[in-house]
């Protein structure tokens, strides 16, 4: 019932703690991993709506008790958790390849050139032309953060 869909939620996390965990210390082994963390992103956000609807057809105020209602909040926590901490995931890889650029900005180097700002730019133009596969509700949380 609603406590495996649940238990699956917590193993999933688990999964892409490690996923991210591996990728932090060497980036070369996924390629893919900005198009993994929107697809689990959305995925996410598709449990979240799964359990929202499984909620509104199947349990009926009054015909069940506090402790039903208190599962359907933890399903419905779990993922909405995942889905935050993976937009900071996401996040956190695009901030890593500019972070050493925006160090730049704040040193004298800035004003003989342009490169730091335009490498900046064009490398968050990169990620954005990957954000666009994010469901909209997830993009504008990816916006938000």
């Not at 990728?23 to 598709?46: E, H, L």
């Not at 064009?122 to 509700?137: I, N, S």
Request: charged letters at 25%; hydrophobic letters at 35%; glycine letters at 4%.
């Amino acid at each position: 019932g609603i406590e495996q869909v649940t238990s699956f939620g917590n193993l999933y996390r688990n999964a892409i703690v490690q996923f991210k965990g591996e990728y932090f210390q060497d980036r070369k082994q996924f390629s893919q991993y900005t198009r993994y963390m929107i697809a689990i992103i959305n995925n996410c956000d598709r449990f979240e709506v799964l359990s929202q609807d499984m909620k509104e057809r199947w349990w009926k105020t009054g015909h069940h008790d506090n402790q039903g209602a208190a599962k359907f909040e933890l399903l419905l926590r779990t993922y909405q958790t995942i889905r935050e901490e993976s937009v900071n995931y996401l996040l956190d890889e695009a901030f890593l390849d500019v972070e050493s650029y925006f160090g730049e900005l704040l040193t004298s180097k800035w004003q003989t050139g342009s490169q730091a700002i335009e490498t900046i730019c064009a490398t968050l133009k990169d990620y954005f032309e990957d954000y666009q596969f994010l469901k909209p509700q997830n993009f504008e949380l990816v916006i938000t953060e």
